[in-house]
T-cell receptor
Framework: DTGVSQDPRHKITKRGQNVTFRCDPI?????LYWYRQTLGQGPEFLTY????????KSRLLSDRFSAERPKGSFSTLEIQRTEQGDSAMYLC???????????FGQGTRLTVV | GENVEQHPSTLSVQEGDSAVIKCTYS??????FPWYKQELGKRPQLIID?????GEKKDQRIAVTLNKTAKHFSLHITETQPEDSAVYFC?????????FGKGTRLHILP
C-alpha cells in the first residue's frame, strides 16, 4: 500500500493515560499534517511539518500535545494526560511542497473513557 | 489566520438535480482551494481543486468556481446520483496550511 497509513486505527484509553499515534506518509512527500476531526465537523488543523521541521502548531493545541517527525519520514503524535474532550478521529495527511493534493490516512479513532 | 465558512451544513436534492455548496475564506493570500468528499467511516478524498489563477474548473459532473475579489468559491454537482451522498468539505491553503470548512452533508433523495 503506497498511501498514507496510520496506526493504530482505534485506541481506547483511560483518562489520564498517555497515548501515541503514528503516521507513515507517502514516501516522497515532504509535507505532513495532523488534523483532529469530531463528529459532524471538518478536519481541524493541529500542526504540520516540512521534512523534519515542525513549521506551525495550532493555538488550539495544548501543551499536552506534541508531535515529532525525527527523520523527515514517519511522524508521531503524543497526547499526555488524556481528557475525555480529546476523544476524536486524528487524521494525518501528506503532500508535496506547493499547491498539490494532500492525501489523508484512514485516521486513528481515540476514545477516552 | 485563515478562516473558512461553508454552507449549507445539510443539503437534500432530488436525484438528477444539481447541488451547490458555497464557501468563503478570509485570507487573501490563499491560493489553492481543494474540495474533499468523505463517506461514512472513510478518509476524506480529493474530488476537485482550483488554483487562484483560474476562475472555473470542471471535471465531468463536478465544477468549482472561484471569485478571488469576493473570496468566494463554490462546488457544483450536476445530475446528482445516489453515490454522491456524502459529506463535502471545502478548504483553503495559505502559508502551506490547509484549513477546512465544517462540511456539508449532501443527501440525494430517490
Amino acid at each position: 500500500d503506497t498511501g498514507v497509513s496510520q496506526d493504530p486505527r482505534h485506541k481506547i484509553t483511560k483518562r489520564g493515560q498517555n497515548v501515541t499515534f503514528r503516521c507513515d506518509p507517502i514516501s516522497e512527500h515532504n509535507r505532513l499534517y495532523w488534523y483532529r476531526q469530531t463528529l459532524g465537523q471538518g478536519p481541524e488543523f493541529l500542526t504540520y511539518f516540512q521534512n523534519e521541521a515542525q513549521l506551525e502548531k495550532s493555538r488550539l493545541l495544548s501543551d499536552r500535545f506534541s508531535a515529532e517527525r525525527p527523520k523527515g519520514s514517519f511522524s508521531t503524535l503524543e497526547i499526555q494526560r488524556t481528557e475525555q474532550g480529546d476523544s476524536a478521529m486524528y487524521l494525518c495527511a501528506s503532500s508535496l511542497v506547493g499547491n498539490t493534493e494532500a492525501f489523508f490516512g484512514q485516521g486513528t479513532r481515540l476514545t477516552v473513557v | 489566520g485563515e478562516n473558512v465558512e461553508q454552507h449549507p451544513s445539510t443539503l437534500s436534492v432530488q436525484e438528477g438535480d444539481s447541488a451547490v455548496i458555497k464557501c468563503t475564506y478570509s485570507d487573501s493570500a490563499s491560493n489553492y482551494f481543494p474540495w474533499y468528499k468523505q463517506e461514512l467511516g472513510k478518509r476524506p478524498q480529493l474530488i476537485i481543486d482550483i488554483r487562484s489563477n483560474v476562475g472555473e474548473k470542471k471535471d465531468q459532473r463536478i465544477a468549482v468556481t472561484l471569485n478571488k475579489t469576493a473570496k468566494h468559491f463554490s462546488l457544483h454537482i450536476t445530475e446528482t446520483q445516489p453515490e454522491d451522498s456524502a459529506v463535502y468539505f471545502c478548504a483553503a491553503r495559505a502559508d502551506d496550511k490547509i484549513i477546512f470548512g465544517k462540511g456539508t452533508r449532501l443527501h440525494i433523495l430517490p
